[in-house]
């Protein structure tokens, strides 16, 4: 399988070829069919997709904060999409610090390519890749997964991009998940409503068991009445003396 890698930066942009044979993939195969199922979506939605996220601006506020970003920090944004935060990355990390965008979509990716070069911001960059396949110049101090539930099931993609985090890092995660039980009949309509966004739109009633099983000490906030939740961790400052999961909620 032949894939485009592309370093898009409000400046220039970088093409590489990145040639892959099949079953040489860093994810496992289903990981590929649910990002070729993600990538046709974002074909058609990236056009209207700024004007659907609305409703979720004060998750996306609440997220950002989370990060406890400071100026001079590095963050990573995964599955960055349009590029819907990096504004408020940026204002944290002001112009000292670095925000990295990767997504796998050309037409979501492209237009966070044009935020950055409207902004002419010099210190934020967008990739365009897999987080299966994600790389970084250097370790960051923070990653972003705001809606980003595909990536969220992989636990390929997972470990990897908590790998190219420095210790102790402080990682803030949003999305949807199913209501409780007493409110069942309604998940239809959440599965429902998660299905244009996701090549994989299922698996909502702990949509951050990956990322749990990862990071001890996470902790998670429902929001929307339950139909939503915040998730937020440090990466251990040892890796290697990382206790058994534990998952804390508020
Ligand atoms: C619902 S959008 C969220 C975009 C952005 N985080 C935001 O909050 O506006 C999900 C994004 O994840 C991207 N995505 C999905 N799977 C991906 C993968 N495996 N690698 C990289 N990006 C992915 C999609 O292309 C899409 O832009």
Redesign the pocket.
């Known amino acids: 399988m032949l894939i485009d890698e592309q370093t898009i930066t409000g400046r220039r942009v970088h093409t590489a070829r990145l040639t892959q044979a099949k079953g040489l993939t860093d994810g496992p195969p289903g990981d590929e069919a649910i990002?070729a199922a993600?990538i046709a979506k974002?074909r058609k939605r990236a056009a209207g997709y700024d004007r659907s996220?609305g409703p979720t601006w004060p998750i996306?506020e609440r997220t950002i904060a989370a990060l406890d970003l400071q100026p001079g920090q590095r963050v990573l944004?995964v599955?960055?999409?349009?590029g819907?935060?990096f504004d408020m990355l940026r204002e944290r990390v002001g112009d000292t610090g670095r925000v990295y965008g990767?997504?796998?979509?050309p037409e979501?990716a492209q237009r966070a390519s044009a935020r950055i070069a409207d902004r002419g911001w010099r210190n934020v960059t967008v990739s365009l890749?897999?987080?299966?396949h994600a790389r970084l110049p250097e370790p960051v101090d923070a990653i972003l997964f705001?809606?980003?539930h595909?990536?969220l099931r992989?636990p390929a993609?997972v470990r990897l991009l908590l790998s190219l985090a420095r210790p102790g890092a402080t990682v803030a995660i949003a999305g949807v998940k199913y209501f409780p039980a007493w409110l069942a009949p309604l998940n239809l309509w959440v599965y429902l409503k998660n299905v244009p966004?996701n090549?994989s739109p299922g698996q909502l009633r702990a949509p951050w068991s990956v990322a749990a099983a990862l990071l001890p000490g996470l902790r998670l906030t429902p929001t929307q009445f339950g139909m939503g939740y915040i998730a937020t961790a440090r990466l251990p400052q040892r890796p290697e003396a990382a206790p058994a999961s534990t998952l804390t909620t508020s």
Do not use: V
């Open positions: 990002r993600s974002y996220c996306r944004d599955g960055c999409g349009t819907l935060s990767i997504d796998q979509s979501m890749s897999a987080a299966q705001h809606y980003t595909d990536i992989s993609a966004y090549g």
